[in-house]
């Protein structure tokens, strides 16, 4: 599908760094995102996916929630008839926190698969732990009355439907997202079938080092969502305290010295930490320069630390639509001092 664009212009997809599942199976270490943030029409994001796949990308981030996975599913058809075999594309979808009942799960699984035009899913994942439904766009102080905290027996009810997915090979494996250790730690002691991913907010100035090894250590890959910092997340997902990745002086300076912009100095770090970075963009410029950035000469030890010590615990995806009671705050969502409260 490449045969018209120069070399330059795009990366040998075989050249992308892989990363190894607990089943065996690689997938590119680096993906496109598909959320447009409340702003980018599916159309653009569609566009966005078509024009990735011709300059290298083979991995794409979708979600049913995101509102474009038909579109999406139209560029990914149009990619497989220009050549591209459906078992070089790594397709990862998710499951909307109004779906996690026991007779929700495949239908809504089978439904974006249909949508995507892809047969079957390389990765399905628990978007939320949660399943409490909140309108898109809806604002930041947003509260669904009949809102629930996690209950893990309901989750492992949403898990074995999952697992079904597996066996019936809809769904090449399933995974977890925004979830803490002591989640994990019940889901990976009641799974039969475990998370082989777990996608998870990761960017320099939130590098949550704890989680991001728990999870190495067992065997799932850790998927970093807002590799960048999101610089064009919704209104809903900011605050006076954010910080701004691109803009440290640390991340701009080491940039400079590698002749890249802040943002994909974020993926190449990311890709380099050992996560799997699904930046979003719809510029061909970027997307590009963040696939090709992969396959440059690493940085240097000391950068690496350098980037470490930037670590600002800066959680910009809060997720405070999902509080489910009076007075609480959004750190109540993820697991302060190790314990779910309830
Ligand atoms: N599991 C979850 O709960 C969850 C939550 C959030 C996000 N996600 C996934 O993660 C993906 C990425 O997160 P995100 O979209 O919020 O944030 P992000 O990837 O950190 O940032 C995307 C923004 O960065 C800009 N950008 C990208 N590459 C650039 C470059 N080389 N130079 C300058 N600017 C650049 C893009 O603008 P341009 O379009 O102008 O390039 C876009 O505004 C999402 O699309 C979605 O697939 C998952």
Not at 99 to 120: F, M, N, R
Not at 251 to 274: D, M, N, S
Request: with cysteine; charged share 25%; glycine share 6%.
């Amino acid at each position: 599908m490449s045969s018209s664009i120069d070399s330059n212009e795009r990366v040998d997809p075989a050249s992308v760094p892989q990363r190894t599942l607990y089943t065996g199976a690689k997938m590119p270490a680096i993906g496109l995102g598909t959320f447009g943030s409340d702003h980018v029409p599916p159309e653009e994001v569609a566009k966005a996916v078509l024009g990735a796949a011709e300059v290298g990308y083979r991995h794409f981030d979708c979600a049913a929630v995101y509102g474009n996975e038909k579109e999406v599913g139209e560029s990914l058809a149009k990619i497989m008839a220009s050549g591209v075999k459906r078992e070089e594309l790594w397709v990862t979808s998710k499951l909307w926190n109004d779906k996690h009942g026991e007779d929700d799960v495949i239908p809504a699984c089978k439904k974006s698969i249909e949508d995507l035009q892809v047969g079957y899913l390389d990765l399905y994942l628990v978007h939320w732990p949660f399943p409490n439904y909140h309108p898109p766009g809806c604002p930041p102080d947003y509260h669904n009355p009949n809102a629930k905290p996690y209950i893990h027996e309901n989750f492992m009810k949403t898990w074995r439907q999952m697992e079904k997915l597996v066996e019936m090979g809809l769904v090449r494996h399933i995974g977890t997202s925004n979830v803490t250790i002591p989640k994990l730690e019940l889901i990976l002691r009641d799974a039969n079938i475990k998370p082989a991913a777990n996608e998870m907010e990761l960017h320099p100035h939130f590098q949550q080092p704890e989680l991001f090894e728990y999870v190495r250590s067992h065997g799932i890959v850790p998927i970093g969502f807002c590799p960048i910092g999101s610089p064009g997340r919704p209104e809903r997902d900011r605050t006076p305290e954010d910080t701004v990745d691109i803009e440290d002086p640390v991340i701009v300076e080491i940039a400079a010295r590698h002749g890249i912009r802040p943002a994909t100095l974020c993926v190449k770090w990311a890709v380099q930490r050992g996560q799997v970075p699904i930046p979003f963009s719809t510029k061909r410029r970027n997307y590009l320069a963040n696939l090709k950035c992969t396959t440059t000469p690493p940085l240097s030890d000391e950068e690496m630390e350098a980037i470490r010590k930037i670590d600002r615990n800066c959680r910009l995806i809060k997720g405070q639509v999902f509080l489910w009671k009076e007075n609480q705050s959004w750190e109540d969502l993820w697991d302060p001092n190790g314990v779910i409260p309830q």
